[in-house]
């Protein structure tokens, strides 16, 4: 941390709620925002000041659904849809161990940290018997490479012989699950406004976890004062499946089993009726959507322009990079732009709009929308310094150049007032974490063929 505030000036300030700045400065002290303003800083005997001409600030980015194990199985089942693309990559995930979830989780997060992400959350699911403390693994990654974690810990307990779509050797037995995921709330859940990690519950989805479970899964959370997160409404075969299983859709589904409310948020939801984005407006139950892997598995476009007039909470999520192969959280601002227009025509989503889905709409899926998300005085210095000068200049305005084109080069990353990223490269590490990843992807399938 440095000594004295941190002072950035002369740069084009996006400050998500609140109006734009040409010639803006940002001031940081320890871990807070104090001053967001047009001109030279009214500060003296700044610790660091930072000319930053030529470059656009905006909040941390908020990546609000993953699977950072999967770092190790990119690449596969390339042209399959989801229930194919899961049934053959279930063997394969059932080798992870607690070596192969840190090393993926490493990758996974100086890639999202190098792509402007300062506050993300992990969706973890496989936790097969006798393989060390998976859990704790990638809060030891996150809390090395001082990234804003939002781990969950999901779970599995309907394989195949009860219907579900996971082969029986890796689902848990349902007491087992309650235990492990109250054991991992006690561990590392800090509800602190500063909070570095916070745990939310979170069983797999409606297709691979008993009806028992997802109810008991949400008392177990709301005791608990965390959050609950799931994924629903992927695609068109998981709303059969839901009809022929629970006799309804998956959004009535969640409905019966309490799963709707402000302390839930859902990844996916591309196949919604008009009836749940009526739902979840009602309720403040949020959406991740995640258009590159919707797009991958040919899943379809979510509704997003529907439920932000609606009124519903809406972040952006990369998903497991094993359906989406090294997309940044900045590249699913520029997917859901594009996803929302060629449906619904040039007005359906703005640049403006798309930012705030990648930042603020994040933190409000998170519960987090009073500490990160925009910059204001008094929330958390997180914070992105992307250069939008040299080939970008010629874009008259910096946040069309971030949303629109191909992601712009990040000259600094800050989290809590902390420098994660400098010029391109990491600096709360000295490990590289593509090594990790290639480690993690040797360990689990062996070497490319
Ligand atoms: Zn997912």
Redo the contacts with the bound molecule.
């Keep these: 941390m440095t000594d004295g505030p941190i002072v950035i000036e002369n740069a084009h300030v996006a400050p998500v709620r609140g109006p734009e700045i040409a010639g803006g400065h940002v001031v940081v002290e320890g871990d807070r925002i104090t001053a967001v303003g047009a001109g030279p800083a009214p500060v003296t005997g700044a610790g660091r000041r930072i000319d930053a001409s030529g470059c656009l600030v905006t909040p941390g980015l908020v990546n609000t659904?993953h699977?950072l194990y999967q770092w190790a199985t990119q690449g596969l089942f390339q042209d399959a849809t989801l229930f194919d693309w899961l049934t053959g990559l279930y063997d394969m995930w059932a080798g992870i161990d607690a070596a192969v979830v840190y090393d993926a989780a490493t990758a996974g997060l100086g890639w999202l940290a190098l792509g402007g992400c300062t506050t993300t959350t992990d969706?973890h699911y496989v936790f097969p018997r006798g393989r060390g403390d998976l859990f704790d693994a990638e809060v030891r990654a996150a809390r090395e490479l001082h990234v804003r974690f939002h781990p969950t810990r999901g779970s599995m307990d309907r394989g195949r012989s009860a219907g579900g779509l996971p082969p029986d050797e890796i689902v848990e037995d349902r007491e087992e699950i309650l235990v492990a995921t109250e054991a991992a709330i006690d561990a590392h859940h800090d509800p602190s406004f500063s909070s570095m990690l916070r745990v939310a519950v979170a069983p797999c989805s409606p297709f691979s976890v008993s009806e028992e479970l997802m109810s008991e899964a949400a008392a177990l959370a709301r005791r608990k004062g965390v959050r609950l997160h799931t994924?629903l409404a992927e695609t068109l075969d998981e709303e059969e499946h839901c009809r022929e299983q629970f006799g309804c859709t998956p959004g009535e589904y969640m409905e019966k089993l309490g799963w709707l409310g402000p302390d839930v948020w859902f990844?996916h939801c591309v196949h919604l009726h008009d009836a749940d984005i009526r739902r979840f407006a009602a309720t403040g139950t949020g959406t991740a959507h995640c258009p590159t892997s919707n797009g991958r598995l040919g899943s379809g476009v979510a509704r997003v322009s529907e439920l932000l007039a609606a009124g519903a909470p809406v972040g952006l999520g990369v998903?497991?990079t094993a359906s989406s192969e090294l997309t940044s959280l900045a590249g699913e601002m520029h997917q859901a732009l594009l996803f929302q227009r060629v449906v619904r025509g040039p007005a359906a989503l703005t640049a403006r709009q798309a930012l705030e889905l990648g930042t603020l709409g994040g933190a409000a899926c998170l519960g987090r929308q009073d500490e990160i998300g925009s910059l204001e005085p008094g929330k958390l210095a997180d914070l992105a310094v992307w250069r939008v000068d040299g080939y970008r200049a010629a874009v008259e305005d910096p946040v069309c150049a971030l949303v629109f084109g191909p992601t712009p080069p990040l000259d600094l990353l800050l989290v809590g007032g902390r420098t994660v990223v400098e010029r391109g490269e990491l600096r709360t590490t000295t490990a590289d974490p593509a090594q990790a990843g290639v480690r993690a992807r040797r360990r689990l399938i062996g070497d490319r063929t």
Excluded: L
């Design positions: 659904h699977h969706h994924h990844a998903d497991g």
